[in-house]
């Protein structure tokens, strides 16, 4: 058993296929099929059950997987560190982030980020803080961006921003932006929200108990860009922060206010079990600095940095 054919094996065990593992890793879907072989017959088990549109784990490569992913995490952060000596960050990185994020911090970041490091193969996530949560306690990702809404086993926190939450409406129910409304504001209409159990979801469902107010929903759904165009279409209002939504403010597609008294905060997670390599040490430098410099700049409206001056 050698480190390349547990590379093999994980990749092919994520993507449920031989064929789409060997276009990710770039080989030969021969030569990826005789290393899973040669792992079998050291093994002396089979690790896949093959049919023909794909293939799934047996009970031995479920206790494979489960066994390889942290090792071969751990393994990946040496290798890190000790090519970190060269004051050079490189390597592989994996990062999860918000579809919320996308256009406020996202995009430019990863920009920046490929500017300035290009020995590091950067691999970005987008998915809903539960999926973000559940990879990084696996260790498959380096960090994420998630709603801290409760503790969490195996990872540590660092927290990054308090944000605002927003009541978004089509372009002519006028909503101002530097004119709050009560939560309640919210009972007057249809609303569009992000599907149970995402974390945005929870912290607006919880603020509704709380008050004891009703909630009418008429939709829901993951993508925020869905979400916006509906509530643009007048189908119905919706709930998200304002670095969703500052683009469709800023093109006029919509209208919105902050809800008073209704925050969450934006932490950076990452799993306890071993330390940030230099390439997400960089990474998250890069997001703080980022960060700041929207609330700074006052584009990010309704935030506030929580990373000590």
């Not at 890190?80 to 990062?95: F, S």
């Not at 973000?132 to 990872?155: M, S």
């Amino acid at each position: 058993m050698n480190l390349r054919q547990l590379e093999y094996f994980v990749e092919i065990a994520q993507l449920q296929s031989f064929t789409r593992a060997a276009e990710v890793l770039q080989v030969a879907q021969s030569a990826l099929s005789r290393q899973i072989r040669m792992l079998e017959d050291e093994l002396g088990a089979p690790l896949f059950h093959r049919f023909d549109r794909g293939v799934t784990l047996t009970e031995t490569g479920e206790l494979l997987r489960d066994r390889a992913r942290p090792l071969l995490a751990q393994l990946h952060g040496l290798r890190d560190e000790v090519t970190a000596l060269a004051g050079e960050p490189r390597g592989e990185l994996e990062i999860g982030v918000p579809p919320s994020m996308r256009e406020m911090i996202t995009v430019p970041l990863v920009d920046a980020y490929c500017r300035r490091h290009p020995a590091v193969r950067l691999h970005v996530h987008e998915g809903i803080s539960l999926d973000l949560a559940r990879l990084v306690q696996e260790a498959r990702l380096d960090c994420a961006v998630i709603v801290d809404l409760a503790p969490l086993a195996t990872v540590k926190t660092q927290p990054l921003v308090r944000e605002q939450l927003h009541l978004v409406g089509p372009r002519a129910a006028k909503l101002r932006i530097d004119e709050p409304v009560p939560l309640a504001a919210a009972t007057r209409h249809p609303l569009i929200l992000t599907t149970r159990p995402n974390s945005l979801r929870l912290v607006v469902e919880r603020a509704f108990a709380r008050e004891g107010l009703p909630l009418s929903l008429v939709a829901d759904s993951n993508s925020t860009q869905m979400m916006i165009d509906l509530a643009a279409r007048k189908l119905a209002y919706t709930i998200l922060p304002y670095c969703a939504i500052e683009e469709a403010l800023r093109r006029r597609r919509l209208s919105a206010a902050p809800i008073e008294d209704l925050f969450f905060e934006w932490v950076l997670v990452h799993p306890a079990s071993r330390a940030l390599s230099l390439a997400a040490e960089r990474y998250r430098d890069l997001l703080f600095e980022m960060a700041r410099e929207r609330i700074r700049s006052r584009a990010w409206i309704g935030a506030e940095l929580l990373e000590p001056a």
